[in-house]
């Protein structure tokens, strides 16, 4: 089946600085979902959206569910330490939930 | 606590011989499901449970099978596992499906040799 095209794979950047991520898809989905993942652990929920247009904020993360449905991006602003670790999005559609390969983030102090 | 469990959290093994990982879940979710994390690809769901006794094909269920005989427990077993096997399997459970937020296991690292 098909994953989600999830970019950039790798982003290296100062504390402080703004991130931006995003994942696209030939198909639609009814739900897109961000999770961090952080080492020796499972992946953990950030921002869940279920409605096409819609901007949803989590502290210092921001996430939209692009108007087409077949996309979704991800921001963090003013980066710190601990952001570092995989950031995956996924999406549904019915029972099926398809994820991205993933963003790994490093965080420079 | 509410929580997803697995065990074990690591595990080798040799070709051929039949294994089980266990998942259960403390929230009374009604969907389960097992993924495998290879690098690069992400998350690729391999079986989902709707509910106690129904279970559906993910992306690459091949080589794997599961039971939900109870609501709390989906075991993930692998018959004969092979090289290819070799992953960190995640156990994920929600209330529902179709979107509804899941909640992830620590994960298990297995080895096949």
């Known amino acids: 089946g098909q994953q989600l095209n999830q970019s950039p794979q790798s982003m290296f950047i100062q504390e402080g600085e703004d991130v931006s991520m995003n994942c696209t898809s030939s198909?639609?989905?009814?739900?897109w979902l961000w999770y961090k993942q952080d080492p020796g652990e499972g992946p953990v929920l950030l921002i869940a959206?279920?409605?096409?247009?819609e901007l949803t904020s989590n502290g210092r993360l921001t996430a939209q569910f692009g108007i087409t449905r077949k996309d979704s991006f991800l921001n963090i602003s003013a980066s710190i330490p601990s952001d570092v670790g995989i950031y995956f999005c996924?999406?549904?559609?019915?029972?099926?939930?398809?994820f991205g390969a993933g963003t790994r983030l490093t965080v420079k102090p | 606590e509410a929580q997803v469990t697995q065990n074990p959290r690591y595990l080798i093994t040799v070709t051929g011989k039949k294994l089980t990982v266990t998942c259960s879940q403390n929230?009374?979710?009604?969907?389960m499901s097992w993924y495998r994390q290879d690098p690069g690809l992400g998350l690729r769901q391999i079986y989902y449970?709707?509910?106690?006794?129904?279970?559906d094909k993910g992306d690459v269920p091949e080589g794997y099978k599961v039971s939900r005989k109870e609501k709390r427990n989906f075991p993930l077993i692998l018959e004969s596992p092979s090289p290819n096997q070799t992953s960190l399997y995640f156990c994920?459970?929600?209330?529902?499906?179709?979107?509804?937020?899941?909640?992830f296991g620590p994960g298990t690292r297995l080895l096949v040799l």
């Open positions: 994920a459970s929600s209330l529902i499906g179709g979107g509804e937020t899941q909640y």
């Open positions: 198909s639609i989905f009814n739900t």
């Open positions: 959206l279920y409605k096409a247009g």
């Open positions: 996924a999406g549904t559609h019915n029972n099926d939930m398809r």
């Open positions: 929230m009374n979710h009604e969907y």
């Open positions: 449970s709707m509910n106690v006794e129904v279970t």
